[in-house]
């Protein structure tokens, strides 16, 4: 832990600029909750604006006073600056602050929280403008003496006729973005073309600019990042480096800091660049400046996101710092209380993100509800969150559900309680990348630190291999986990188990349903929590029951002790958690119809169904058009990515239901397709 010694900054000042007794925070999720645990701390209150969905969440809870937004869209809640701002006045709040995400970069929106005699916990308004935009910041930064990599900016129009003298591959993303949205790389001219269009797109979309921005892309790079913090009276210092280099669409899952890769030679040019360039703007308040390093160590500047990052945890981690309560501080203008010399890098931590997507199914987003949850120990890791109970996750927000971070006095410490603490995390319900996140630990490239942007690419193949959920995790593990607790759970749904069983429990004799195959267990000897028994009459190995408790079984089978996770859902359906998937048992005593979600004969084979509820952006296909398996046919948006649906065989589109911006449902038929046969089909089935 630092100690910080404020008796030694020569511009420290006894007395806050503007007292702040209330916060209104203008975001959501956990770092709502991160912000709130702070101000609580300062002795500061806050308000939280929220929708109903999440009324009952953590933040609302925790959160002196709460607003109900009447809407659950972004235009009318997180991105309606004019109405955060009249809800701040309303409980009378001395100032905002943005989080990240949603308007934390948006200058505007600074500049009216201020106009509005509200004080704006961020950097000013001129340096999110002059960093918002990647051509301007570019330009500063160039000034200001850091290396760049060739680039091109403006209409797709424009950048296809003047690209010829930038090198393939190259890397397309919004000149007014951030956070990974819409990027794309194009390794020829022809890819180009066809990326920029739907980049503006996203860009317009996500950013309302259209201004497509393309770069040489470092084929395998790190990325790098610095964090940097100054107050009002000119001071500035950095924190340190953090590496955030395994990503997947473009967006960080794994942060560390310090970096594995990074010596002190290489520390000192990374953090005395981002130093540079807050001098040029001016900079106060948090901030990030972001870097791509090659193979040789050569630093190339990125972007500079003017906000607190979502992995701002593993830079506390390292230097004890609370960076929430000192955005606080320089907001008051209140000067720093340190100095760069006060600051040490203390141990080593890691963050992993975790997300309500599918990483077997290409990062798929997977709203739904979680219907348990257990966190990791506290002593074991920091676990950022806003829910420990269940919840619902819609498809209007980001994925992200959590962040744990764990602290090592060294790297291989750091690692080695992340570890743990991932196995210790349960979720039962949607579908998590935490087996991914498992997976990644284990592999030798990230023990031994070699984590480039191209990690997950590299180790592709043998990570899906090895989260394959039928793969590791056999139907008759799930079986005997579905015997012990068929067979030591006694808490009563209405009455108690035996009645909701029926005859189906008689002679130790029971039905289930696992991937609509049903099956027959029986038991034919129970002698000191040791189980024999049988599947569809065929002998099994025995069961060794270790523990049985509320929501989690220990037994011993083929040889080897078997951890699962368990809750039962008010219908009487079991959920069981291993290898970080969910899996769904139905007891034969249920009636299977319950558990329809389509109604199957409703839909045909080739018929485009929204596998997640969202909303149509764009609709490639169009009536009457022949596609061949794989054309796009529309383009569904759901927690902040966008998903082409494409044909599933080659046909004719027979029409499409839905139309741009409409709103749909998860299991929604979108679109028919009508199947070409096979020429000689007809004759076959004559004769």
Not at 116 to 145: C, F, T, Y
Not at 265 to 294: M, Q
Not at 325 to 332: C, G, L, N, T, W
Not at 608 to 631: D, F, L, W, Y
Request: with cysteine.
């Amino acid at each position: 832990m630092l100690f910080l010694r404020k008796e030694n900054h020569p511009g420290i000042t006894k007395m806050a600029q503007n007292n702040i007794h209330k916060i209104l925070i203008a975001n959501r999720g956990e770092i709502a909750l991160r912000i709130i645990s702070t101000a609580h701390k300062m002795g500061i209150a806050t308000v939280l604006p929220v929708t109903r969905e999440e009324a009952r969440s953590l933040p609302a809870q925790r959160a002196d006073e709460v607003f109900l937004f009447e809407s659950s869209n972004l235009s009318d809640t997180y991105l309606n600056s004019d109405n955060l701002i009249h809800i701040a006045k309303k409980y009378d709040a001395d100032a905002i602050h943005p989080g990240y995400g949603f308007l934390s970069e948006d200058a505007g929106f600074a500049a009216n929280v201020q106009d509005a005699g509200l004080v704006w916990i961020g950097p000013s308004s001129r340096s999110i403008a002059q960093m918002g935009n990647k051509l301007e910041a570019r330009k500063i930064a160039g000034k200001a003496g850091l290396r760049l990599t060739k680039a091109l900016s403006g209409t797709p129009e424009y950048i296809l006729e003047k690209h010829a003298h930038l090198s393939f591959p190259l890397l397309i993303k919004a000149a007014a973005g951030g956070g990974g949205k819409g990027m794309k790389i194009a390794q020829t001219s022809s890819e180009l073309k066809n990326f920029l269009k739907d980049a503006a797109r996203e860009a317009l979309n996500y950013f309302g600019n259209e201004t497509v921005f393309v770069e040489e892309y470092l084929k395998n790079p790190r990325h790098i990042e610095v964090q940097v913090f100054g107050d009002q009276q000119g001071h500035t210092v950095h924190l340190f480096e953090r590496e955030c280099s395994i990503q997947r669409r473009y967006q960080k899952i794994i942060e560390e800091a310090p970096s594995p890769f990074v010596n002190e030679e290489l520390r000192e040019r990374l953090t005395a660049d981002a130093l540079k360039l807050c001098k040029e703007i001016n900079y106060h308040n948090a901030g990030t400046v972001e870097f791509l390093v090659d193979d040789n160590g050569n630093h190339y500047f990125l972007e500079m996101n003017t906000r607190l990052q979502v992995e701002h945890p593993v830079t506390e981690a390292i230097t004890g710092l609370d960076l929430v309560e000192e955005q606080i501080k320089v907001a008051m203008g209140i000067a720093l209380s340190f100095t760069q010399d006060d600051l040490v890098i203390s141990g080593h931590a890691v963050e992993t993100r975790i997300y309500a997507e599918n990483a077997f199914n290409d990062f798929s987003p997977e709203p739904g509800d979680i219907n348990f949850i257990k966190w990791p120990e506290k002593r074991m890791a920091r676990t950022d969150t806003f829910f420990d109970s269940p919840i619902e996750i819609q498809s209007h927000f980001d994925p992200m559900l959590a962040k744990i971070t764990s602290w090592g006095h060294s790297r291989e410490m750091a690692i080695k309680k992340l570890t743990a603490s991932l196995q210790q995390t349960t979720i039962l319900g949607v579908t998590t990348n935490l087996p991914y996140l498992r997976e990644v630990l284990k592999t030798n490239a990230f023990i031994s630190g070699d984590t480039t942007t191209q990690f997950t690419s590299v180790h592709r193949n043998a990570l899906r291999q090895a989260i394959h959920p039928n793969g590791r995790e056999k139907t008759n593990l799930l079986l005997a986990a579905y015997l012990v607790w068929i067979t030591f759970y006694r808490k009563p749904y209405s009455k108690n188990l035996f009645s909701a069983l029926g005859h189906r429990r008689w002679n130790a004799n029971y039905s289930v349903i696992f991937n609509e195959i049903p099956c027959h267990l029986s038991i034919t000897s129970l002698k000191n929590k040791t189980i024999q028994w049988k599947i569809n009459h065929q002998e099994m190995e025995f069961l060794k029951v270790v523990s049985f408790a509320d929501n989690y079984m220990t037994f011993h089978f083929k040889d080897s002790d078997h951890h699962i996770s368990w809750h039962s859902l008010a219908n009487g359906e079991l959920m069981l958690g291993t290898g970080g998937y969910t899996y769904r048992l139905k007891p034969g005593f249920l009636l299977q119809e319950n558990f329809q979600i389509v109604t199957k004969n409703t839909i045909k084979d080739g018929d485009i169904v929204a596998p997640i509820p969202g909303k149509i952006t764009s609709i490639p296909g169009s009536p009457g058009s022949e596609v061949s398996k794989g054309s796009p046919i529309l383009v569904l948006e759901a927690m902040k990515m966008e998903n082409t649906l494409s044909a599933s065989t080659e046909g004719t589109i027979e029409e499409i239901l839905v139309g741009i911006n409409e709103q749909v449902k998860a299991g929604q038929l979108l679109a028919r397709i009508i199947i070409h046969q096979p020429e000689n089909a007809h004759q076959e089935n004559i004769s």
